[in-house]
């Protein structure tokens, strides 16, 4: 089953447009959503919890349609939204409290354990906790009520390199459990390199490709050549390409270009930023 | 519901310890001073006060995006602030009509008209979060606000020319149809229950 699928999603709303979105994120498996601000991510995030109307398309959510079933699947779903949402006067124990009477599965052990564990204070209240810890305390809570799908909107936006990595290692342990999913934007793509068995790069509202991770990077590299060399490529061999004074760095794919030519590795940020280029 | 209500009592008590202390000192003028009826109509004002300010707090904190995501439906979210403020003014309503019991009694006057008192002050209590919260809904707190400020400018504007032109039928209370009063009250204040579910229902948050 897959937790999520998206099949032609638009929206439009004050000069944006969402264009046809299709996404499917199989159960157990984590996706990342990379793009610039204003590309759609938090759009597309706010459609599946159904926060704006859609103008078409479908959304469905751990098999069930987001618009008939979504409070029932709510049960199911941790969410860390970009400014959290917790009211700024509460102390963690507070939240702890009102959780355990929003969520019928609520643990409140493991919601200390992971306040604890995150070293987050929980004798401040919200709002004089850091944006860190602000987030660390939302993290908490969207992981203490067994959620089997974790919506996460710049989660780990504002968090310390250390704390990142500590944050991302307890999302890998979340999706060891093969019914745990994550969809995750973020601007920091070395989170999502790290994190993600697929990669969407959205541009514009457009959805430039989603793919697994492990086949993008199998199917693109990078060369550095002269740019009579580049243009004696196969047509549909370069995606993306920036020329400077030292030659040209160029975006192929892999399997069209001749054999011998010397491919180089390539990370997801020089993919989207590649792929951003070449749709411009 | 139950994690939303006490959400909104933990915002209550962080944020509007102000109101309770104007209830108290209001309380001491009527019980102590020499003021009229008004002091203790205005408590029962703030106490209708109470869930819009809870709602505008929400919007400030992000709290109505977050809340999308939690188990909960729309009409849920809208429902905690109308039951919320319904408990509210019921007891400030109440500890009022006694208070202005004990003033009657204590001055030797009947208590006659503590009946209508209460049916006025409950009218006064509910009337501005019925009249405003489907703004609040529709429109934001922001927008809200200005709607909310346009109907406590007209219920403080009648009530003071009411009880300076004594047209509210205190010490008269044959001739005032109190349980139609609250009948009405109800009314009003359901109907704006059903417009603010209807219209949260529809809004992009």
Known sequence: MNALEIHGLCKSYGGFELDHIDLELPAGCVMGLIGENGAGKSTIIKLILDMIKRDGGSISILGRDNKKDLHLIKEDIGIVLDEVG???????????????????????????????????????????????????????????????????????????????????????????????????????????????????????????LCEEKDLLRERYGLIHCRPEELKALPEGAVVGKRESSYGVEAMVRRDAVPEGLSVNPIDIEQLFIFTVKGEK | MKGLLLKDIYMTGKYMKSILLLVVVFIAVALFGEGSDFFLFFPCLLAGVVPLSLQSYDESFKWTQYSAGLPCRRS?????????????????????????????????ES?????????????????????????????????????????????????????????????????????????????????SWLISIRVYNNREL
């Open chain 1, 86 to 208: 917790i009211p700024a006067g509460l102390k963690a124990a507070q939240v702890d409290r009102i959780m355990s009477r929003v969520y019928k599965n609520w643990d409140g052990e493991l919601f200390r354990s992971y306040l604890h564990r995150l070293s987050v204070p929980v004798d401040r209240q919200f709002k004089e906790l850091s944006r860190g810890n602000k987030m660390k305390l939302g993290i908490a809570v969207a992981m203490s009520h067994e959620a089997k799908l974790l919506i996460l909107d710049e989660a780990t936006s504002g968090l310390d390199p250390v704390v990142r990595d500590e944050v991302l290692d307890i999302f890998m342990d979340y999706t060891r459990d093969e019914e745990h999913s994550i969809l995750i934007s973020s601007h920091i793509v070395s989170d999502l390199e790290k994190l993600c068995d697929y990669i969407a790069f959205l541009h514009e509202g457009k959805l430039l």
């Open chain 2, 76 to 108: 849920q979210i809208v429902s905690v602030k109308y039951i919320y403020g319904l408990v509210l003014s019921a007891v400030m309503v109440i500890l009022m009509s006694a208070v202005h019991a004990v003033v009657k009694i204590r001055g030797g």
């Open chain 2, 111 to 191: 208590m006659n008209d503590t009946a209508v008192f209460a049916a006025c002050m409950l009218g006064v209590s509910l009337i501005a979060p019925a009249l405003s919260l489907p703004f609040i809904f529709k429109l934001g707190a922001e927008k809200g606000r200005i709607a909310y400020l346009v109907v406590v400018a007209v219920i403080s504007g009648l009530a003071t020319f009411s009880f300076k032109s004594d047209t509210l039928p205190m010490g008269n209370t044959g001739d005032f149809p109190f349980v139609l009063f609250i009948a009405a009250v109800l009314i009003v204040f359901v109907l």
